[in-house]
């Protein structure tokens, strides 16, 4: 079965949903998603906004390999999001890294 490209899919991690979109043959995923269930935050917006006003204070070049792309929301409507690529995301055990070599 061929995946829509223009289409938001789900990915499962920890019994909690991500958003993700294929584009170029590639996966892109929601950073906010990533970062609601790693911070078990109650609001993964604010808590990723205050993070990358941070990093971006630090020199931090995580938010330079974030993507924004359109997304489906709980509400229906496409919203631009901050989203990373899935071979800079590495799990392993339960643990989320992101390689941006």
């Known amino acids: 079965m061929k995946k829509e490209k223009n289409k938001t899919h789900i990915a499962i991690f920890n019994g909690k949903s991500i958003r993700r979109k294929l584009v170029s043959?590639?996966?892109?995923?929601?950073?906010?998603?990533?970062?609601?269930?790693?911070?078990d935050s109650e609001d993964p917006r604010n808590y990723w906004k205050v993070l990358k006003h941070r990093l971006n204070k630090e020199g931090s070049e995580l938010v330079t390999f974030c993507n924004r792309l359109k997304l489906k929301s709980g509400d229906g409507k496409e919203y631009e999001i901050n989203t990373?690529?899935?071979?800079?995301?590495?799990?392993?055990?339960g643990n989320v890294t992101v390689d941006l070599s």
Do not use: H, N
Request: hydrophobic content about 55%.
């Open 84 to 93: 990373i690529s899935g071979t800079a995301l590495k799990v392993q055990g």
């Open 25 to 39: 043959d590639k996966w892109f995923f929601s950073v906010v998603d990533i970062v609601g269930i790693l911070a």
